[in-house]
């Protein structure tokens, strides 16, 4: 089964095309991830260069999977909608996965066996974050202040470099190693139940959406009320 695997919920541009008829490890036949901002303009010619790389067209695919975030509102909806295009274009399944579980899945392919802390950057001086054993998730997803994460140790901690002196300091004491491990499309076709019914895309934005509709102006004492 040729898969192909995106994710948009963070900084990193992710796409690959995974084999996963090659027994218990599947194979990445391309990828590539990259850090940008700029998701909806690189996405598509991405998904397009990696076919070309693998030898496959669009009608080799038999499925997608996509990163459901966490994420912000613009991130996820430009990998989400592209993913649900996709699928309904060519007739295949598109399986959403939790961004963190996959991110876990990685960890767990790795060989960075027990317990793993999962954190990305929600801005505004927030973080989103996951806590698992081996690659089951045991909380979250959720967003806090970094300070405020209360979690049981962790033997792994991915997390973003610019965000690791903002986490509490007996997390960082306790941890056996601290990275951060970008989504993969290993990692996301691995969290992903193939065999599975899919079930509808359902975005993890974990709070508001930035935009907010503009409160109502109080009318004008120069406009009379009217009985109609």
């Known amino acids: 089964m040729n898969v192909l695997a995106i994710d948009t919920a963070t900084t990193d541009l992710v796409a690959g095309i995974v084999d996963t008829d090659t027994g218990a490890d599947a194979r990445v036949l391309?990828?590539?991830?990259?850090?940008?901002?700029?998701?909806n303009e690189l996405l598509v010619p991405t998904v397009m260069e990696l076919l070309s790389q693998a030898g496959l067209e669009f009608s080799d695919l038999d499925a997608v999977v996509v990163g459901c975030g966490p994420g912000p509102f613009t991130g996820l909806?430009?990998?989400?909608?592209?993913?649900?295009?996709?699928?309904?274009?060519?007739?295949?399944?598109?399986?959403?996965?939790?961004?963190?579980?996959?991110?876990?899945a990685l960890a767990q392919q790795e060989h960075w066996e027990g317990s793993s802390l999962i954190v990305t950057d929600?801005?505004?001086?927030?973080?989103?974050?996951?806590?698992?054993?081996?690659?089951?998730?045991?909380?979250?997803p959720d967003v806090v202040a970094p300070a405020a994460l209360d979690v049981a140790r962790a033997d792994v901690i991915s997390c973003p470099e610019s965000l690791r002196g903002q986490l509490p300091a007996e997390?960082?004491?306790?941890?056996?190693?601290?990275?951060?491990?970008?989504?993969?499309?290993?990692?996301?076709?691995?969290?992903?139940?193939?065999?599975?019914?899919?079930?509808?895309?359902?975005p993890l934005y974990l709070r508001r959406p930035d935009a907010k509709e503009?409160?109502?102006?109080?009318?004008?004492?120069?406009?009379p009320d009217v009985d109609v």
């Open 30 to 39: 391309a990828e590539a991830v990259t850090e940008t901002r700029a998701h």
């Open 77 to 104: 909806r430009v990998g989400m909608s592209t993913a649900a295009a996709f699928g309904q274009a060519l007739g295949i399944p598109v399986h959403g996965v939790c961004t963190h579980d996959a991110v876990a």
């Open 122 to 140: 929600a801005r505004r001086r927030e973080v989103y974050w996951a806590r698992y054993e081996a690659a089951r998730r045991m909380a979250g």
């Open 171 to 202: 997390l960082i004491d306790v941890a056996r190693h601290i990275t951060y491990i970008p989504p993969h499309p290993a990692g996301l076709v691995a969290a992903a139940d193939l065999a599975a019914t899919p079930e509808p895309l359902a």
């Open 214 to 223: 503009p409160a109502p102006k109080p009318k004008s004492p120069a406009i």
